[in-house]
């Protein structure tokens, strides 16, 4: 039995996930893809040739991928990890998260802007985080983060020790007035969207 998805009429297929001459050269996202006004999309990912943030121009195939920021190799027993790209409403900008785990995992969690090309990278603002236990459906994205409708904010999710488990963060978009929004006790307050 094929399901609706199969028999949608509509879909497109926008960019391969990997290509039959170069295998290694794949697209290996943690998270979700975003999508510019201008059809570009941008994702993490943490394939053999393709560590950090990707932008990838629709329907040109494996031309189209470009690796926007290298993911850093850090070295001295710490662990760097980027996630949850996304344009600011101007599509003018890039904000994600950077993860940074120590040999006795403890996490600090920084959120960061760049340019359309790569350039210009900002850290907005750096939050210590804890060793938490992260649950099954957590697994593989740790952080996620969303700009307000106005544009002048960012609203991001990071592990906390105090109440043991996810909570909300909100900053300005230069990275001052950070303010936690949530505090409830072993509550996983995760993917996150800012409506209208």
């Given amino acids: ?10 879909r497109v297929e926008l960019t391969k996930f990997q290509y039959e001459d170069d295998p290694d050269y794949m697209t290996s996202p943690d998270g979700a893809f975003s999508i510019s006004s201008e059809q570009q999309l941008i994702c993490t990912s943490r394939g053999n040739k393709t560590t950090g943030i990707l932008s990838i121009v629709p329907y040109i195939g494996k031309a189209g991928v470009n690796i926007l920021l290298p993911m850093p190799y850090s070295g001295n027993q710490l662990e760097t990890r980027f996630e949850s ?33 790569g350039s210009n990278l900002t850290e907005l603002i750096k939050v210590k985080t804890y060793i938490a236990e992260i649950s099954w459906w957590g697994y593989g994205r740790e952080v996620s983060l969303c700009w307000s409708p106005d544009g002048t904010k960012i609203l991001f999710t990071a592990l906390t020790g105090q109440n043991n488990g996810y909570h909300l963060f909100v900053i300005n978009d230069d990275g001052s007035g950070l303010n936690q929004v949530t ?14």
């Fill in 85 to 117: 790209p996304i344009f600011s409403l101007d599509g003018l900008k890039i904000a994600f998260a950077s993860i940074i785990t120590d040999a006795l995992g403890n996490r600090t969690v920084s959120i960061n802007c760049i340019n359309l090309d």
């Fill in 183 to 196: 505090q409830n006790i072993n509550a996983y307050d995760f993917d996150v969207s800012w409506g209208k």
């Fill in 1 to 10: 039995m094929q399901s609706a998805f199969e028999h949608a009429k509509d």
